[in-house]
């Protein structure tokens, strides 16, 4: 049982690590937004559009979290708001040009330092840390 111990001091100690790089490498692609608001960005991104209480239930935060969260990202011309078809009384949040273009430009940044980390990996060892990421993500 030692080694499981060991292993998973590590595992919790590299994800930590790894937690605090990715809020700093997002301070550094846009000054004003945080890892959460990139996450939301990212979100929205991948459904095409959703709601606010959308946002805060997949992140388990407060509605009025996320409101200060979209506020911020609307007065930054990155989210903007439609009218929900199926509901006139809702809105759904959508990337504008600029939200589209400031995911892309982090995605491309995103890609060379995974590149860059990565050279020295073997296709294996990288198809092997792909699929127990996908694994670990898998078993929330």
């Given amino acids: 049982m030692p080694d499981r111990d060991a292993a998973l001091e590590t595992i919790q100690r590299e994800l930590t690590a790894f937690a605090r790089r990715a809020r700093h490498k997002a301070a550094q692609l846009h000054p004003e937004l945080s890892l959460v608001t990139y996450s939301m960005l990212d979100l929205v991104k991948e459904r095409g559009s959703c709601r606010g209480a ?3 239930a997949h992140f ?7 409101s ?18 199926d509901d006139q009384r809702g809105q759904l949040l959508h990337l504008t040009d600029a939200g589209e273009q400031l995911l892309a430009d982090a995605y491309e940044q995103r890609r060379r330092a995974f590149t860059d980390r990565f050279t020295s990996w073997g296709d294996e060892d990288l198809g092997r840390f792909a699929a127990y990421l996908v694994r670990y993500g898998e078993s929330e």
């Fill in 68 to 85: 200060r969260q979209v506020g911020a990202l609307e007065r930054l011309g990155l989210l903007g708001r439609k009218a929900d078809p």
């Fill in 54 to 56: 959308d946002l805060a």
């Fill in 60 to 66: 388990m935060l407060d509605k009025s979290t996320v």
